[in-house]
């Protein structure tokens, strides 16, 4: 089993940047897909990003592509999200999932795993 708790989460204004860490627990986090949701007020939860068990592939919602970066250190039981040009749409609980899968995985029903969610407020 892997418990994962979000940080990094906060407030800032349009076009700055937060580096989003989801620390896992267990032995067994390096055979894990991770990925990274989010939820605004009033949506539904949609993919952000996703990276494979040993970091070499990774995946973006199209909205993120090109701003976000998913990361890995399996070393620390550690996956971050680097997220610049931040816009006001990308205000959301932002949660970090795990699921024992070698691929990339980008439904959130192949996900195990939950994190509590860390907010991240962008104002224009």
């Known amino acids: 089993q892997v418990q994962v708790v979000e940080s990094g989460g906060g407030l800032v204004q349009a076009g700055g940047s937060l580096r989003l860490s989801c620390a896992a627990s267990?032995?067994?986090?390096?055979?894990?897909?991770m990925g990274w949701f989010r939820q605004a007020p009033g949506k539904e939860r949609e993919f952000v990003a996703a990276?494979?068990?040993?970091?070499?592939?990774?995946d973006y919602a199209d909205s993120v592509k090109g701003r976000f970066t998913i990361s890995r250190d399996n070393a620390k039981n550690t996956v971050y999200l680097q997220m610049n040009s931040l816009k006001p749409e990308d205000t959301a609980v932002y949660y970090c999932?795990?699921?024992?899968?070698?691929?990339?995985?980008?439904?959130?029903?192949?996900?195990?795993?939950w994190g509590q969610g860390t907010q991240v407020t962008v104002s224009s």
């Open positions: 990276i494979s068990w040993s970091g070499a592939s990774t």
């Open positions: 267990g032995r067994t986090f390096s055979s894990y897909a």
């Open positions: 999932a795990a699921a024992p899968l070698i691929g990339l995985v980008v439904t959130a029903t192949s996900y195990d795993y």
